[in-house]
């Protein structure tokens, strides 16, 4: 199993950057595909995440109406479009796979078995 992710780079405060997340070995068959992110010292947080069954999206709640969460099925990609970035935005993002995740530990980087390697996103004010 195997999640590469990619798209981050550096950008001005209020751009945009679509970030991917290509999985392989059954991992986009998981219950659950997620985006957290993570700035050196501090915890891994959760940004949004995709459920397989339902399609249906959750997301941080400062991320929400500029954050966008899909998967494309058919490339096996997760996408996280992200618009109206802010400095506060500048974080290593990662994509995560969860097999059997359920609904109230969506938020929980514990509850995701599978992790991508990270692509840094900075934003400058």
């Known amino acids: 199993v195997q999640l590469q992710a990619s798209g981050g780079g550096l950008v001005q405060a209020g751009g945009s950057l679509r970030l991917s997340c290509v999985a392989s070995?059954?991992?986009?068959?998981?219950?659950?595909m997620a985006w957290f992110r993570q700035i050196p010292g501090k915890e891994r947080e959760f940004v949004a995440a995709?459920?397989?069954?339902?399609?249906?999206?959750y997301y941080l709640d400062s991320v929400k109406g500029r954050f966008t969460i899909s998967r494309e099925n058919a490339k096996n990609t997760v996408l996280l479009q992200m618009d109206s970035l802010k400095p506060e935005d500048t974080a290593v993002y990662h994509c995560a796979a969860g097999l059997r995740t359920v609904l109230s530990a969506i938020r929980d980087s514990r509850a995701y078995d599978f992790w991508g390697q990270g692509t840094l996103v900075t934003v400058s004010s």
């Open positions: 995709i459920s397989r069954s339902s399609g249906n999206t």
């Open positions: 070995g059954g991992a986009f068959s998981s219950r659950f």
